[in-house]
């Protein structure tokens, strides 16, 4: 029986099978999993093949950047806050709406929180995230007539 299969295939948690010259093998369509070998437990009960066991696990290529990476890259930047100033021209309930219409996941309570802290003290932090992000969400509470700022969270540059 002809067995398709990509990359390598271990038998046995042992022994890893490699084509000899001259062998048949089958390939349909393209592979997927080139990456990721997976292990195949040659014993079994009754016909029909055996287990997939856990995949074995290759180290990326070194210089090479993983998802990962990627993310713990993000995270480790620096964060800035989002601060919003008060203003004498916009309705209380307006701002209350730009904050939950701009921000992700602002609430009702969040946003009224903000809105009172601006008005009572002069200004009050909206969130703090990314430089990237910050840039955005300040932009965008701009653009709605409201006056914002950015500054980096941790005091200053």
Known sequence: META???RLALSPNHVFS????DRHT???S???IGIPMAVSATGAGKGGGLLERPIIEKTTP????EFDLRKLRK???PYRVILHNDNYNKREYVVQVLMKVI?????????????????????VVIICTQADAEEHCMQLRGNGLLSSIEPANGGC
């Open 104 to 124: 992700p996941g602002m609430t009702l309570d969040n946003a009224v929180n903000i809105m009172q802290e601006a008005h009572h003290n002069g200004l009050s």
């Open 27 to 29: 390939r349909r369509g």
């Open 76 to 78: 480790t930047s620096p």
């Open 31 to 33: 592979c997927t999993n």
């Open 63 to 66: 210089g090479r950047e993983s």
């Open 19 to 22: 084509p000899k010259p001259g």
């Open 5 to 7: 299969f990509c990359g």
